[in-house]
């Protein structure tokens, strides 16, 4: 799940393939009956749904931006528009959607097979880690659905990189981690630089995250492992 940018809506999606927007203030999903903070539903044109169905394959609804065909893993708002979001899963695709608009992606990013929350945006740039043995952190252009780069992961090729998490510390510098080598790393954009490790005890690393302006990150795994590390 993840809020918007103004914070008056979040969205969640999961096994179903569903994905459903909730209005923030009083926790219910989306629809005629509601609010958006301060601003009248019937000042808002279009109108907001509170649910994108997932596609129905027994009616032949197999277009590429009608929605996930298997489970979405990954759901992240737009943190400069307010009304987009994208969302990632098993299906080998990102899609990028609009609040506003029902049921059908406006963009697709096909190839990144995404299996945790694995999928972060900054400006125009997407940033994903897929659970494959290579290549599986990937910069794509947002607007133009391509691939920008394959970005390095620390990790020996008999291993495999299998990420599950990727987050963007600032934009120039991802962190992300995964079950091919149990641990984390924090890569430069620019120069591919490994700037730091954090490997867990042959658990692997399920997610990341990124505080105080990307300065602060926290890497967890199974069994109960939290490290929390300064950024230098």
């Known amino acids: 799940m ?40 019937s000042l808002l044109l279009p109108q907001l749904f ?14 590429v931006t009608s929605g996930h065909s298997r489970r979405i893993f990954a759901l992240r708002f737009h943190p400069q528009e307010n ?83 990727a987050q963007f510390c600032d934009p120039d510098t991802v962190l992300a981690g995964g079950s091919g080598t149990c641990g984390a790393g924090v890569i430069r954009i620019s120069t591919h630089q490994v700037l730091g490790q954090i490997l867990l005890p042959h658990k692997p690393v399920q997610a990341v995250a990124v505080a105080c302006g990307g300065c602060v990150v926290a890497v967890a795994g199974v069994g109960g492992n939290l490290h929390i590390a300064d950024l230098c």
């Open 50 to 63: 509170h649910t994108l169905e997932a596609p129905d394959f027994m009616t032949g609804d197999v277009a």
């Open 2 to 41: 993840d809020f918007c940018l103004d914070g008056s809506v979040f969205a969640t999606a999961g096994t179903d393939r569903h994905i459903r927007l909730y209005d923030s203030c009083t926790m219910q999903p989306l629809g005629p009956s509601c609010s958006l903070g301060l601003q009248p539903l």
């Open 83 to 165: 009304h987009i979001f994208l969302t990632g899963g098993w299906d080998n695709s990102v899609k990028v959607w609009d609040k506003r608009i029902r049921k059908e992606a406006q963009r697709v990013i096909n190839g990144p097979h995404i299996c945790g929350p694995g999928l972060d945006i900054w400006g125009h740039c997407v940033l994903t880690a897929s659970w494959v043995p290579r290549n599986a952190l990937q910069l794509w252009d947002l607007r133009m659905s391509q691939l920008q780069k394959n970005l390095p992961f620390p990790g020996g090729h008999m291993q495999g990189q299998f990420l599950y998490a």
